[in-house]
């Protein structure tokens, strides 16, 4: 879990790391490859996210599969 109490608009290696695995199983729960225009749009929300304050991994985790329901397989 991430663990800052304040915003701060900075990414720290821990903040990427969590940020990372995150990603990682959105692109695998969607089959997204890495690099692909949609991988790229959920990095990007992701980021958007977490300097807003969603600082939750499993929050994140939640609000990213939410905004990229289109991602997931269908059937």
Do not use: W
């Not at 995150?22 to 225009?37: D, T």
């Not at 300097?51 to 997931?72: F, P, V, W, Y």
């Amino acid at each position: 879990m991430i663990d800052r109490m304040n915003i701060d608009p900075a990414l720290y290696p821990s903040d990427l790391e969590a940020l990372k695995r995150i990603f990682i199983q959105v692109c695998q729960e969607g089959h997204l490859i890495a690099g692909s225009p949609q991988a790229e749009r959920l990095a990007a929300d992701l980021v958007r996210l977490f300097q807003s304050g969603m600082n939750d991994e499993t929050m994140l985790l939640i609000a990213a599969r939410a905004r990229h329901q289109d991602l997931k397989p269908t059937g």
